[in-house]
């Protein structure tokens, strides 16, 4: 009788889903709708769609004055910053929001935080000078990314983002299950996906660009980007505030009044000689 042949390996089907998984959760939002308040606010201020890498960025101007750009975070749109619209208009500023790639009214399906940053330097590069951005969550590693490739602002604000992207990579993997070989695998297909190296990305690349006062705001139980993202920020960045709130977590800080009225106190001081 011939031996038996050993069984081919099969494909791990659990394995593939995870990996299938990750990949959709790093690359494709969800598509927020405006809520009817939202619109209402928005109405009379929507400006001609800006043309971006094949893709239109719906985006909104309220108020005159030095230009303040809103950056939104990771399953978000530019309106969920609409509560620092009116505090910075009527301290003397002009506001631009906007919706990243694949996020709200503007097209695409494929997003990141180097897309994200992309599109910021497209907007900011039509505008032609902006005095200060506040970002919010993956927003602000957006920003951050765009100062290291050459955006120039007087201030910025940052809103519980992430400082570096290897972190949330090795993140996102643990939380979708992934194992060492699948992690690395999935790590790779990140850096395929984004056009550049993951260490690109992280905060030792990223301080070049940070030249100008910046206030850090974060909630120190925040569930969603870990505190230490914040306090790693600051402690590289000499010209930085760090605020500690409570209570607030990931989203409430673009809702709180309080927060909101230091975000705007910080970008309408005068940058000390």
């Not at 089907?13 to 690359?27: C, E, I, L, T």
């Not at 399953?75 to 208009?89: I, T, Y």
């Not at 002009?94 to 399906?109: E, W, Y």
């Not at 990314?145 to 992207?165: E, I, T």
């Amino acid at each position: 009788m011939n031996a038996a042949l050993p069984l081919r390996a099969q494909p791990d089907a659990a394995s593939d889903g995870r990996m299938a998984a990750a990949r959709h959760a790093f690359s494709a939002p969800e598509r927020v709708p405006l809520r009817p308040e939202e619109r209402a606010a928005l109405a009379a201020d929507a400006e001609p769609a800006l043309r971006h890498e094949g893709h239109k960025l719906a985006r909104w101007t309220l108020g005159a004055g030095p230009r303040v750009l809103l950056v939104h975070g990771w399953n978000s749109r530019g309106a969920h910053l609409l509560g620092f619209v009116q505090p910075l208009v009527a301290a003397g500023f002009s506001v631009t929001l906007f919706d990243l790639p694949g996020h709200g009214d503007s097209g695409g399906h494929a997003a990141s935080v180097v897309h994200a940053a992309r599109a910021l330097r497209a907007v900011a590069a039509d505008i032609g000078e902006v005095h200060a951005v506040i970002s919010h969550s993956m927003g602000s590693a957006a920003a951050l990314l765009a100062f290291a490739h050459g955006l120039r602002v007087q201030r910025s604000v940052h809103l519980a983002g992430p400082s570096s992207l290897t972190p949330m990579v090795k993140g996102l993997a643990a939380m979708h299950g992934l194992g060492p070989a699948d992690a690395a695998a999935f790590a790779g297909w990140v850096e395929g996906f984004i056009g550049t190296r993951m260490g690109c990305v992280d905060l030792e690349r990223l301080l070049p660009g940070l030249r100008h006062p910046g206030l850090i705001v974060h909630d120190a139980e925040d569930r969603t980007v870990p505190f230490a993202a914040s306090t790693a920020l600051h402690a590289a960045w000499p010209g930085s505030q760090l605020e500690r709130v409570t209570g607030l977590g990931h989203r409430r800080l673009l809702i709180d009044a309080d927060v909101i009225a230091r975000s705007t106190a910080f970008i309408a001081s005068p940058n000390l000689p």
